[in-house]
């Protein structure tokens, strides 16, 4: 079974910093994919940034990108010019496929406050 | 709006009641889910429906009980539930086959309190 582990329950960042979000994962399937979320107070979870196993160069969304290490299985989310509109639980989750379903798996989450 | 659409955002009941989660979503996908969000727990995923059919329980007790009768709309039937069962319900919902490129479209969930 896969499992994601985020070791950091909560991190602070002034705004306009830079702050990096961990994550590692456990898994025996070669192809699969990773994927940062965020959720606001308003508890929509929302889609910040995804990464395919099989591709090295890491991916970057604006003022975010990740450092995909996959030997190591981590899968860390780095947030450059921090703004308050940051402030949230970001969950980094895994997907596989397993008998041809799509599932994703979650991590415990990192609640993140970008203080002014 | 992401395109899902959950109701009730927030539910009391009481340990006896009966009571329903909806979830509607108007992306035209053909894959829905329901996740249960506790603090400081992993998102635990409770059931996957793909065109229609259940296809994933994830050993869920049978005091909840899902329905997709079309690929728009799911529901979470809730009876006789506990105090543990208190957390946040999240929808989601994918185009089968296509969740590993665009991950899942959420709903902003049902904060449900069993009393």
């Known amino acids: 079974a896969q499992t994601v582990t985020q070791s950091q329950p909560e991190m602070s960042v002034q705004e306009a910093e830079t702050v990096t979000l961990s994550c590692t994962y456990d898994?025996?399937?070669?192809?699969?994919?990773l994927f940062w979320y965020k959720q606001p107070p308003s508890r929509q979870m929302i889609l910040v940034i995804r990464?395919?196993?099989?591709?090295?160069q890491n991916a970057t969304e604006n003022r975010f990108s990740v450092n995909f290490q996959k030997a190591a299985k981590s899968f860390s989310l780095k947030i450059s010019d921090s703004q308050l509109g940051d402030t949230a639980m970001y969950f980094c989750?895994?997907?596989?496929?397993?008998?041809?379903?799509?599932?994703?798996?979650f991590g415990k989450g990192t609640k993140l406050t970008v203080n002014p | 709006e992401t395109g899902v659409t959950q109701t009730p955002r927030h539910l009391v009941m009481g340990m006896t009641n009966k009571k329903s989660l909806k979830c509607e979503q108007h992306?035209?996908?053909?894959?829905m889910y329901w996740y249960k969000q506790s603090a400081k727990k992993p998102l635990e995923l409770m059931f996957v429906?793909?065109?229609?059919?259940?296809?994933e329980n994830n050993s869920v007790p049978s005091r909840f009980s899902p329905e997709c009768p079309n690929s728009s709309h799911l529901f979470l039937h809730l009876h006789t539930l506990q105090p543990e069962d208190s957390a946040l319900y999240l929808c989601a919902s994918s185009q089968d086959g296509e969740g590993r490129f665009y991950g899942y479209t959420f709903g902003s969930g049902t904060r449900l309190t069993v009393v």
């Open positions: 898994t025996s399937e070669n192809n699969y994919y």
């Open positions: 429906y793909s065109l229609e059919e259940r296809v």
């Open positions: 989750a895994f997907m596989a496929l397993q008998g041809g379903s799509e599932k994703l798996v």
């Open positions: 992306l035209g996908h053909n894959a």
């Open positions: 990464q395919e196993a099989y591709k090295q």
